[in-house]
């Protein structure tokens, strides 16, 4: 049996072990060391590797990120912001038939700015906004619908956790993968707003209209929501510009990482003083924020251990000479990957599916070549299919069956039929296609702002 055949057995036999609910990580991390022992024919090899392996895993710099971000957004979600935006958006857009469920992916949008969670966006934005969606007779098909696809703007608008350990992985400028996912994250709210305003016009009694609200009040409520868009500047702004300020004589850059902790005490110090976040709230924050850490960062070294095995076996560079040669349309090769990133996100989390895939997918696409869309280096086509990657396994988590933010919408309305959920999102899927064929068409759309300020 060559590499490459025994790298896809353990492929299939680590979906079949997924699909039968074993942890992601424990999956990964079998599997790997299983058939390294297999290539390299016992155990002391990878025994050995793993003295050294954990260490230069978890010592990357960049990972210190993933548990910043996570504790800004618990920040976030304890402090009242998300309330405030929704009021905001509310004010603003509630008065036209549809209005606050636009409000509601407005405001998603804008928590998705301090959070980087999807998961936490459906959950957070679902408390604030189902409940008064409900009061003023929107059904129920579009009030779950629209608040489970607007959760997936949490990881879309930048700063996301997703993001950084794609370019971990791809070896690729955390920044511009920033910056290259703010374009296709506005995209993302428009084209659920603008769903909503065709879903109110196919289905006129599936909304009402709200009372409209005084320009003063609008102006006022607006204000409110300074702090997010005060935290927003500082960190993506901070990064973008590269910020730099001389300390002791030493100069220090405004790099991601430092990035993420501004933001996190900047959130952290908001709530404090508010009174949104108190002792208890701060420590739970913590501690959520530790746990989610603890899961990833478990979830990584199962992917490590997985990496090294397809290493030894060569399977991803044998793989993109086999597509290569094969002559195969750079764009059939795209789609058959996007296609079984839908039916892998079924099953599986976005962070899963990004560690499980991007070692074997993404030499094989920066082998085509892409010169026909016009992206003539490697970084061009690494930061466009991340972002394309991004798009697509967000999408699983409104897909049925086991779509995460379904379920989390449903759990608080417990009276909605799961099957009425399922039909008030697949129009927002469908937006989500859609999009997804623009940014594969075009592609200087997600590569224009990163032309722009690098």
Not at 271 to 285: A, E, H, I, Y
Request: aromatic share 10%; charged share 10%; glycine share 10%.
């Amino acid at each position: 049996m060559t590499g490459l055949e025994l790298a896809i057995v353990a492929f299939i036999l680590m979906l079949v072990a997924i699909f039968l609910r074993v942890p992601i990580g424990v999956a990964m991390a079998v599997t790997g060391f299983v058939g390294t022992w297999i290539v390299r024919g016992g155990p002391e090899p990878m025994l050995a590797q793993l003295k050294s392996l954990t260490y230069s895993t978890f010592s990357n710099y960049n990972l210190s990120i993933v548990p910043l971000f996570l504790l800004m957004g618990q920040f976030a979600t304890k402090s009242g912001m998300s309330g405030a935006l929704f009021q905001a958006a509310s004010d603003w857009l509630g008065h036209r038939r549809g209005g606050v469920a636009m409000a509601a992916v407005g405001a998603c949008a804008g928590f998705g700015a301090v959070c980087g969670s999807s998961l936490a966006t459906a959950s957070t934005m679902g408390q604030v906004a189902l409940p008064e969606m409900r009061k003023r007779g929107y059904s129920d098909s579009l009030s779950t619908g629209v608040l489970a696809a607007g959760g997936t703007l949490g990881i879309l608008i930048p700063p996301s956790i997703i993001l950084v350990i794609y370019a971990i992985l791809a070896e690729q400028n955390i920044v511009k993968m920033f910056v290259a996912a703010l374009v296709p994250g506005i995209l993302a709210a428009l084209g659920y707003m603008i769903t909503v305003a065709i879903y109110v016009w196919i289905k006129p009694d599936a909304a009402s209209k709200a009372d409209r609200v005084p320009y003063a009040q609008r102006f006022r409520t607006l204000m409110q929501i300074w702090p997010v868009v005060v935290i927003f500047g500082l960190v993506m702004g901070g990064i973008a510009a590269d910020w730099d300020w001389t300390i002791d004589g030493v100069q220090a850059l405004f790099t991601p990482t430092e990035g993420a902790a501004v933001g996190a005490v900047a959130t952290g110090l908001y709530g404090l003083f508010t009174g949104g976040l108190d002792r208890k709230g701060f420590f739970d924050s913590i501690l959520s924020a530790a746990q989610a850490t603890a899961m990833i960062f478990f979830i990584v070294l199962g992917a490590a251990i997985f990496n090294g095995f397809l290493s030894v076996t060569r399977a991803p560079d044998l793989l993109a000479v086999w597509v290569t040669d094969a002559g195969y349309a750079p764009l059939t090769v795209l789609v058959i990957m996007l296609i079984a990133y839908l039916i892998f996100g079924c099953v599986m989390d976005s962070l899963s599916m990004i560690l499980l895939t991007i070692p074997i997918f993404y030499p094989v696409i920066v082998a085509l070549d892409w010169s026909f869309l016009g992206m003539t280096t490697p970084e061009e086509v690494a930061i466009w299919f991340g972002v394309l990657a991004l798009i697509v396994v967000e999408v699983g988590l409104i897909t049925p069956p086991v779509g995460m933010n379904l379920f989390i919408i449903n759990s608080m309305a417990r009276d909605i039929p799961m099957v009425r959920t399922y039909a008030g999102v697949a129009p927002f899927v469908a937006s989500d296609l859609i999009r997804v064929c623009i940014l594969v068409a075009f592609p200087a759309i997600t590569l224009w702002l990163v032309g722009v300020l690098f």
